[in-house]
């Protein structure tokens, strides 16, 4: 079933429901959306002449277009490649290039940017300003037919960075969106028709991911005037579009709480918060549930399994009299419905209850595999099991912990950061002999990312200098904070540095 169809669904049961909301202001009812939708759809395939299977991407900040275009994109039996608008030209270039996207959609901000990526995207052919005449042309004619789609067709390519330093794309089918956006009534919350959802994460991650399982219940989808997240802002919408659900970030939990903002919500305002993307320390979790009530649901996901490994349920957060109430807040919950999760050994064994080992799903919501890359999805998908590369532990009662990242992956403000990648751009300083990058815990961001580099002899490389390469190559948020020079990185006998003696160090 194509995708799109929940859409369809909703503007005949909801169709006079606010669809979508700028700030304060509805800018279209579900009826409207889906006949908006359907004519972009056409415009897809006869002006810009994209066929069945075709990948259009986007890089936008969170705005009501984001949700029209990628409705447009599914009605037409097109395949949507949504980007961090905070990633670095070089990174859009490689997304561009390897997806074959022959479109790209964007919001002012970023259209020097992708203009710039698309010189090295050689079958991208044309970007379109969703502020322009040209994309207000495309609501103009008549609606186009709703392509057919097999539930194995790729719909949404999700670029996550490996630990080669290249980003991957997870292919995800309209199967697997579908059984995602089930699995989010049966585990987290099955919301009333006529509610919102604030868009205050980014749209190409998960709060994108949430639109499936709100639009279909007639909830309004909201994005902020500032195209981010702001508490005060946030907590006026809120108020403006009542029974709201939102995703954020542990961080952005935080700083929802300690702000003085958080005690003008008003009754009935928040329905729920669904946290993910990084840990959530215990006592941060406390507080938040002492400000907001018994409103939170954790969930742990992969951009190969979206949204759904597993989840610590609303219910479970508010049994304060359990007597591992605290351990569970601490742990990642039970596996989702859609899904079976195991932790085995090396050679896929599942290990003793208690025992640490990697956190392998299956399930519908599993990825097909990575875009044009066989190796790496032979690697990552073994006899129908995805290979997450966490590490973690059940206990008695079947909650997961999770006890380390195999890949060395830091997570900052609920990003993911890959150290490799900045290894690659550190060591083309041609002063830097070695260097290793780790994650240092930061009470704010969760963790915040240190380099250690040692010079080659007879030379000094600057912070400065090294900054500046990274910006030059990376996203910023990627950079180092911190840069430790060192005559040596410890190694073991192998001759493998040893990350675990440098987050020592620190």
Same mark, same amino acid.
């Given at each position: 079933?194509?995708?799109?169809?929940?859409?369809?669904?909703?503007?005949?049961?909801?169709?006079?429901?606010?669809?979508?909301?700028?700030?304060?202001?509805?800018?279209?009812?579900?009826?409207?959306?889906?006949?908006?939708?359907?004519?972009?759809?056409?415009?897809?395939?006869?002006?810009?002449?994209?066929?069945?299977?075709?990948?259009?991407?986007?890089?936008?900040?969170?705005?009501?277009?984001?949700?029209?275009?990628?409705?447009?994109?599914?009605?037409?039996?097109?395949?949507?490649?949504?980007?961090?608008?905070?990633?670095?030209?070089?990174?859009?270039?490689?997304?561009?290039?390897?997806?074959?996207?022959?479109?790209?959609?964007?919001?002012?901000?970023?259209?020097?940017?992708?203009?710039?990526?698309?010189?090295?995207?050689?079958?991208?052919?044309?970007?379109?300003?969703?502020?322009?005449?040209?994309?207000?042309?495309?609501?103009?004619?008549?609606?186009?037919?709703?392509?057919?789609?097999?539930?194995?067709?790729?719909?949404?390519?999700?670029?996550?960075?490996?630990?080669?330093?290249?980003?991957?794309?997870?292919?995800?089918?309209?199967?697997?969106?579908?059984?995602?956006?089930?699995?989010?009534?049966?585990?987290?919350?099955?919301?009333?028709?006529?509610?919102?959802?604030?868009?205050?994460?980014?749209?190409?991650?998960?709060?994108?991911?949430?639109?499936?399982?709100?639009?279909?219940?007639?909830?309004?989808?909201?994005?902020?005037?500032?195209?981010?997240?702001?508490?005060?802002?946030?907590?006026?919408?809120?108020?403006?579009?009542?029974?709201?659900?939102?995703?954020?970030?542990?961080?952005?939990?935080?700083?929802?709480?300690?702000?003085?903002?958080?005690?003008?919500?008003?009754?009935?305002?928040?329905?729920?918060?669904?946290?993910?993307?990084?840990?959530?320390?215990?006592?941060?979790?406390?507080?938040?549930?002492?400000?907001?009530?018994?409103?939170?649901?954790?969930?742990?996901?992969?951009?190969?399994?979206?949204?759904?490994?597993?989840?610590?349920?609303? $219910?479970?957060?508010?049994?304060?009299?359990? #007597? %591992?109430?605290? &351990?569970?807040?601490?742990? !990642?919950? =039970?596996?989702?419905? /859609?899904?079976?999760?195991?932790?085995?050994?090396?050679?896929?064994?599942?290990?003793?209850?208690?025992?640490?080992?990697?956190?392998?799903?299956?399930?519908?919501?599993?990825?097909?595999?990575?875009?044009?890359?066989?190796?790496?999805?032979?690697?990552?998908?073994?006899?129908?099991?995805?290979?997450?590369?966490?590490?973690?532990?059940?206990?008695?009662?079947?909650?997961?912990?999770?006890?380390?990242?195999?890949?060395?992956?830091?997570?900052?403000?609920?990003?993911?950061?890959?150290?490799?990648?900045?290894?690659?751009?550190?060591?083309?300083?041609?002063?830097?002999?070695?260097?290793?990058?780790?994650?240092?815990?930061?009470?704010?961001?969760? $963790?915040?990312?240190?380099?250690?580099?040692? #010079? %080659?002899?007879? &030379?000094?490389?600057?912070? !400065?200098? =090294?900054?500046?390469? /990274?910006?030059?190559?990376?996203?910023?948020?990627?950079?180092?904070?911190?840069?430790?020079?060192?005559?040596?990185?410890?190694?073991?006998?192998?001759?493998?540095?040893?990350?675990?003696?440098?987050?020592?160090?620190?």
């Amino acid at each position: 079933m194509n995708i799109a169809h929940l859409l369809f669904n909703s503007a005949q049961e909801f169709r006079d429901v606010a669809a979508l909301a700028r700030g304060t202001i509805a800018t279209a009812s579900y009826r409207e959306l889906w006949r908006k939708v359907a004519v972009m759809s056409m415009h897809l395939r006869a002006r810009f002449g994209l066929a069945r299977g075709d990948r259009v991407a986007f890089a936008m900040t969170n705005s009501v277009e984001s949700i029209e275009v990628m409705y447009a994109i599914w009605h037409a039996g097109l395949c949507a490649v949504p980007m961090n608008a905070k990633l670095h030209a070089k990174e859009f270039a490689f997304i561009l290039e390897n997806s074959g996207a022959k479109l790209c959609f964007v919001t002012p901000d970023l259209e020097s940017t992708i203009a710039e990526a698309a010189k090295e995207a050689a079958a991208l052919k044309e970007i379109v300003d969703v502020t322009t005449r040209s994309y207000t042309f495309m609501g103009v004619g008549d609606p186009g037919t709703m392509a057919e789609a097999e539930p194995t067709d790729p719909a949404w390519l999700f670029y996550t960075s490996g630990t080669t330093g290249r980003p991957k794309g997870a292919t995800l089918t309209h199967r697997n969106l579908l059984a995602m956006t089930l699995n989010y009534y049966a585990d987290v919350d099955r919301p009333r028709p006529g509610g919102s959802i604030v868009h205050a994460a980014p749209i190409s991650h998960g709060s994108g991911l949430w639109n499936f399982p709100m639009l279909a219940r007639g909830s309004t989808q909201v994005f902020p005037e500032s195209g981010k997240y702001e508490v005060p802002e946030t907590v006026e919408l809120m108020n403006r579009w009542p029974d709201c659900s939102i995703f954020l970030a542990p961080t952005m939990v935080k700083r929802l709480v300690e702000h003085p903002a958080v005690g003008e919500i008003r009754p009935g305002a928040l329905r729920l918060i669904t946290y993910g993307g990084a840990p959530m320390y215990v006592s941060d979790l406390k507080r938040a549930m002492d400000a907001l009530g018994n409103v939170l649901c954790q969930l742990y996901g992969q951009g190969e399994s979206p949204m759904t490994i597993t989840h610590l349920s609303r $219910e479970v957060h508010g049994l304060r009299e359990h #007597p %591992r109430w605290e &351990q569970r807040l601490a742990s !990642a919950g =039970l596996p989702d419905t /859609c899904v079976a999760v195991r932790v085995v050994d090396e050679g896929g064994k599942p290990v003793p209850m208690g025992e640490v080992g990697e956190i392998i799903v299956k399930g519908d919501t599993v990825m097909t595999g990575y875009w044009n890359n066989p190796d790496a999805t032979a690697r990552s998908l073994r006899d129908g099991w995805l290979w997450t590369g966490d590490v973690g532990a059940f206990d008695e009662d079947g909650f997961l912990t999770l006890k380390d990242r195999s890949k060395d992956m830091i997570i900052s403000g609920g990003s993911n950061i890959y150290p490799r990648e900045i290894e690659d751009v550190l060591n083309l300083h041609p002063s830097v002999a070695e260097c290793s990058v780790v994650g240092r815990p930061h009470p704010e961001w969760g $963790e915040e990312v240190v380099a250690f580099v040692v #010079p %080659r002899p007879g &030379q000094a490389p600057t912070p !400065a200098e =090294l900054d500046r390469l /990274c910006l030059d190559n990376i996203a910023r948020f990627k950079r180092p904070k911190d840069y430790r020079f060192v005559d040596a990185l410890p190694k073991n006998n192998y001759g493998k540095i040893l990350k675990t003696e440098l987050r020592a160090l620190l």
